[in-house]
């Protein structure tokens, strides 16, 4: 059964500060990782998506890294902003069987940048 | 935006009672999954419908039922409400192509069971 795990549960920062989200993952039997923005009380909105044969993503101030093999994924934010705030979900597609495209999600990182 | 609609935003009902949240897919997406999301925690996986057929259910109990409709869009039915299924309801639409499926979210319902 796949499990993920997303540290910090929480994190607060100074504008202008990079910073990493970490999202690990039990199975690495993946097809793909992708991570996520939820502002309070909304739907989820795609940032990023790795496919398992990728190791890396890059969208504006994000990056994202796959390490399928130990199971890792990181998620590099550039030049934090107060609209940055939100929490950021990690999600794994396990790849082929009765798991069919379900994603498993980590709890999330709840981040805040103070100006 | 993602194409992906959901009604209703927010819902109200008591212990015992039924619902039913309804889902719109993105224009040509043959897949629709439903996620249950507690505060405080990530998504967990209910179930999936492609082309109208349960295709992976997640660990919910069957009183959780759902529908795909020769249009696409979904319904999800709880039954026998209890207090622990108050969360935000999340519906992803995909198309399944060679190439895999990404999955766009919806806005959610969000269900509290007084």
């Known amino acids: 059964k796949q499990e993920v795990t997303q540290i910090p549960a929480a994190l607060s920062v100074p504008e202008g500060e990079n910073l990493v989200l970490n999202c690990s993952f039990t199975d690495s039997a993946i097809y793909n990782l992708q991570w996520f923005r939820q502002d309070p009380g909304k739907g989820l909105t795609s940032l990023l998506l790795i496919q398992s044969s990728q190791r890396e993503q890059t969208s504006g101030r994000l990056n994202a890294s796959l390490d399928k093999s130990s199971g890792r994924s990181t998620l590099y934010i550039a030049a934090s902003q107060p609209g940055d705030s939100a929490t950021y979900l990690c999600a794994v597609r396990s790849a082929g069987g009765a798991s069919g495209s379900r994603l498993t999600f980590g709890e999330g990182t709840q981040l805040t940048v103070n100006p | 935006e993602t194409g992906v609609t959901q009604s209703p935003t927010h819902l109200i009902k008591t212990r015992g009672q039924q619902v039913t949240l309804r889902c719109s897919s993105q224009?040509?997406?043959?897949?629709v999954s439903w996620y249950q999301q507690a505060l405080g925690q990530g998504p967990q996986f209910i179930f999936q419908y492609y082309r109208e057929e349960e295709n992976g259910r997640g660990n919910f109990p069957p009183r959780f039922s759902g529908l795909q409709f020769p249009n696409y869009s979904s319904e999800l039915n709880v039954n026998a409400l209890e207090l622990d299924d108050s969360a935000l309801y999340l519906c992803?639409?995909?198309?399944?192509?060679?190439?895999?499926?990404?999955?766009?979210f919806g806005p959610g319902t969000r269900l509290t069971v007084l």
């Open positions: 992803a639409s995909s198309a399944r192509t060679s190439g895999g499926d990404t999955q766009y």
């Open positions: 224009s040509g997406h043959n897949t």
